[in-house]
């Protein structure tokens, strides 16, 4: 049978454990101090131990700024990469980290002004949202509507309505299939992980595995740290209503935060988001990365 008519089942995974369809504490979890951001920002990373052995996957926070020269007392805008399956600590640690700030702007498709309930977690019964509950449970993880908190005061919802998001399909041309398609010939070409072995056959032996949640987990933490080229390939170069278009509305929402006062803002959405948000908080805003945090989002050890 002809390999080159299927996509990599790792990447279907990868894809189905972060919604864009629709990234003190104990020691493996506290993470280094800010560092001097260097471009191109990274979003995801793998770290490793010094024989090559992956460690952690790591999730970063980046601190955007007045580029140097600039008005130094406007405000600051950390970018919080969402991790949509992840330790229980790892959302902990995040609800804690929220409270320093005047808002956090966060991502769902869902009418304008929600707020989600504390036991909102496993109430969806969509088909994607029924396959992320199973994933997270597979990788012995806690998924992110259950750990992040909120009901917290700051907490800003900042995504389309579901209107909003079909209107802008509809007008932009686009379907799902498109995008998958798109995402399918990533993966073909992608086809081999440079270890002499395709991840079909590392995920196969994953599954059989004595600890299968570990050994999983080690196979998409690869993936996920190279998923952006995959998420470039999924947006095309129009942008697309998953990404480009929310993006567009979570920065309308941060301009009516900034305009209210608020000086100390995070936005809280999927790593693949961020490198659009990036670009569009340097051109209209005048923000630039200029530190970074890293926090280990799954312990791979």
């Given at each position: ?5 299927f ?19 104990p020691s493996w ?28 996957l790591?999730?970063?926070?980046v601190?955007?700024?007045?580029a ?11 970018l ?5 399956m ?15 700030y005047?808002?956090?702007?966060y ?8 707020r ?23 990788l012995?993880?806690?998924?992110q ?7 917290q ?6 995504d389309?309505?579901p ?12 379907s799902?299939?498109?995008i ?5 010939g990533?993966s ?8 002499g ?8 032996v ?25 998420l ?35 936005i ?7 490198d ?26």
């Amino acid at each position: 049978m002809d390999r080159q008519r299927f996509s990599r089942p790792v990447w279907w995974l990868a894809v189905f454990a972060a919604p864009l369809i629709w990234g003190i504490t104990p020691s493996w979890a506290t993470d280094g101090d800010w560092t001097r951001a260097e471009e191109p920002v990274r979003f995801l990373r793998l770290l490793q131990q010094e024989d090559g052995e992956p460690k952690a996957l790591q999730a970063a926070i980046v601190r955007c700024a007045p580029a140097a020269g600039a008005d130094r007392e406007r405000p600051t805008v950390d970018l919080i990469s969402a991790v949509h399956m992840a330790e229980p600590e790892f959302y902990r640690q995040l609800n804690r980290e929220f409270t320093g700030y005047d808002a956090v702007l966060y991502e769902l498709v869902a009418p304008e002004g929600t707020r989600i309930p504390k036991d909102a977690g496993r109430k969806a019964s969509n088909p994607f949202s029924r396959l992320q509950h199973g994933l997270t449970d597979l990788l012995e993880l806690e998924f992110q509507l259950e750990g992040i908190d909120y009901t917290q005061h700051n907490l800003v919802h900042a995504d389309m309505s579901p209107e909003q998001f079909d209107r802008s399909m509809k007008d932009r041309g686009e379907s799902f299939g498109e995008i998958l398609f798109r995402m399918m010939g990533y993966s073909i070409a992608q086809q081999h992980d440079g270890t002499g072995k395709t991840s079909d056959a590392r995920l196969l032996v994953a599954l059989f595995s004595g600890n299968r949640a570990m050994a999983l987990r080690r196979v998409m933490a690869e993936q996920f740290q190279n998923m952006q080229g995959a998420l470039n390939a999924m947006d095309g170069p129009e942008g697309s209503t998953l990404i480009a278009e929310r993006n567009k509305v979570a920065l309308e929402v941060l301009q009516k935060e900034l305009t209210a006062g608020k000086q100390k803002v995070a936005i809280f959405y999927g790593a693949g988001h961020m490198d659009d948000i990036v670009a569009r908080l340097r051109d209209d805003f005048g923000l630039v990365p200029v530190e970074i945090r890293w926090l280990t989002a799954w312990k791979l050890q």
